[in-house]
């Protein structure tokens, strides 16, 4: 079946260091949308991503869409303690009537002040 | 309500017996997701309805489990003769209409059988 890879499981930086992680797709995707989960919290929409080599940005966080659309990529600059969580990302495969959102197993970013 | 709110927040079961747990989505939104949650796992798509009708149910991952959603708002998940393997967390999620819409997670609810 259609499965979402994520890469690293877990990251720890010092404040300020930046912080990448990868999403890849055994499928073309229709789109890809990235979630935020705080600890003991619930998913938080963050973005998403449709075209083809599409890059967005918010503030100091990077959202990347593959040419191929089979891969992603999250990039935060300058790492805060506010950005602690586990990043998500989850693809939507084909145009047909389905919501089906399947999630890679999350990357889980330490921040050390 | 202002999110998506779900009930109970935890329930404690046990082997055999059965559950519903149930999910209030963001009023106006027409599309309704059910996920389940393991410890450091990423959401498990389970059903996914559109209106009153499940669209995708693909997730469901035997027939213990069944969703219904009638009127086209509340859902409520249904879970027959638990199974400690069915411990987890129970999320659902709604978007305002179309497929590729975001999708508003509620809290959750955590299910332990034991």
């Known amino acids: 079946g259609q499965q979402v890879m994520q890469i690293p499981q877990y990251q720890h930086v010092q404040e300020g260091e930046d912080f990448t992680t990868y999403c890849n797709s055994s499928t073309t995707l229709s789109n890809i949308q990235w979630y935020k989960q705080r600890p003991g919290g619930h998913p938080v929409f963050l973005i998403q991503?449709?075209?083809?080599?599409e890059v967005k940005k918010q503030k100091r966080l990077t959202f990347q869409f593959g040419e191929a659309k089979k891969n992603s990529s999250l990039h935060i600059t300058a790492t805060q303690t506010t950005d602690v969580g586990t990043y998500f990302c989850a693809g939507l495969r084909g145009s047909g009537n389905t919501g089906k959102l399947i999630f890679g197993q999350g990357t889980t970013l330490q921040v050390k002040p | 309500g202002a999110g998506v709110s779900q009930t109970p927040s935890n329930k404690v079961t046990e082997k055999g017996k059965y559950v519903e747990l149930r999910c209030d989505p963001i009023s106006g939104h027409t599309a309704l997701y059910w996920y389940r949650q393991s410890l450091g796992q990423g959401p498990e798509f389970l059903i996914y309805?559109?209106?009153?009708?499940?669209?995708?149910d693909s997730g469901l991952p035997n027939d213990r489990f069944f969703a219904v959603r009638p009127e086209g708002s509340v859902s409520t998940l249904k879970i027959q003769r638990t199974e400690r393997g069915d411990s987890a967390v129970y999320l659902c999620?709604?978007?305002?209409?179309?497929?590729?819409?975001?999708?508003?997670f509620g809290p959750g609810t955590r299910l332990t059988v034991l």
């Open positions: 991503l449709v075209k083809s080599g």
């Open positions: 999620a709604s978007s305002l209409d179309r497929v590729r819409a975001e999708q508003f």
């Open positions: 309805f559109q209106g009153t009708g499940a669209a995708d």
